[in-house]
């Protein structure tokens, strides 16, 4: 039994380009970015935190 050779990709990212090769680049332009950035305090991450449970509480309520 033989695989095919795959290239890494994150599960559930959409499709930006219908080019795979433009697409590809996107996803690298943003993992660049990404790796790029400062981590976040843990005062950020409370804060997001809330935001989003916050957000969670709201669209349950609707």
């Known amino acids: 039994m033989t695989t095919a050779a795959?290239?890494?990709a994150v599960?559930?990212?959409p499709v930006r380009d219908p080019d795979p090769e433009r697409n590809a680049a996107y996803w690298a332009r943003i993992d660049a970015i990404v790796a790029a950035a400062?981590?976040?305090s843990t005062a950020q991450r409370i804060k997001l935190r809330g935001i989003f449970q916050q957000a969670d509480r709201q669209e349950?309520?609707?």
């Open 6 to 8: 795959t290239a890494p």
């Open 11 to 13: 599960a559930d990212r």
């Open 38 to 40: 400062p981590e976040l």
């Open 60 to 62: 349950a309520a609707a």
